[in-house]
């Protein structure tokens, strides 16, 4: 999970939580995601659009350069349809616009299959 | 019907639909402040630059702020500190930010919220024109929204209401 907000990934979390997916980690901006991804292995990536040092959108691009397949679900305000198109050109997978229901989130998750 | 008017009433619609996911709770739109005075407590403002030039601002007093930052982290009201506080204000204002930019001339770009805990100018420190501006009240304590176009490379008859 990839966002500046230590209230959005609060908010995140406890909805990820409450889908059962609770091995997750947690990155404060895009460089510390790009770093994690580099380090470890993943099911998913949740990223916000507008963070710090690197955007959701560099994020996208750097993992696609190194993984064709994990889903990349962009967690985002920016709602136009032109952003969105942007993102799917940067390899994101899905996308869900803040703020989002629990429900919302957990029909992402279901389309990528992300269980404990 | 203005472009004000219809800016106002799609940011009526908005901030209903923020407020409803965030914190399930109603607002109601509130007496119109002064447009010369600003809520005392906390503003928060993020930047639209692109084909629209200007800031989204949020203000709010300082019990509301400390409530709706609880509300979000599911925590006691006595249990969060200011940086909690300054966060959560700040997302609010991302999110209505990010909103109020797709009413808008498109492609524009959002930048990360600016949070003060202070009261600032109407404008909230921002010189321009005053395109939007709704006073709402939730669970009783007022907050207020402003859209504010910077003096651009616009014409000086040239506005959202040209």
Redesign the interface.
Known sequence: MAE?????R??LR?ALKSAGVTDVVEAENGAEAIDFFEEGKFDLVMADW???QKSGLDVARHIRSLDAKVPILMV?????R?RVVEAVQAGVSDYLI????TEALQQKLNRFAVRT | MTATKILEDSLWELVES?WS??FSQPVIRAHKTDSAQELSGMTACVQISGAFCGVVTLSMTDEYARSA?AT???KPNGSLTA??ID??V??IC??L???V??LLP??ST???PHVERKQTTANGNAAGRLTAHISFQCAGEPFEVRVIEEASERGPNETLDS
């Open positions: 500046d907000s230590g209230t959005m609060t908010i406890r507008n963070m710090p985002t305000t920016e709602a136009e032109h803040k703020p989002f229901t | 923020i996911v965030l930052a979000m982290l599911a940086a909690d966060d959560a700040g997302e991302n999110i930010g990010g909103g930019k797709s498109a492609p959002l930048s990360l």
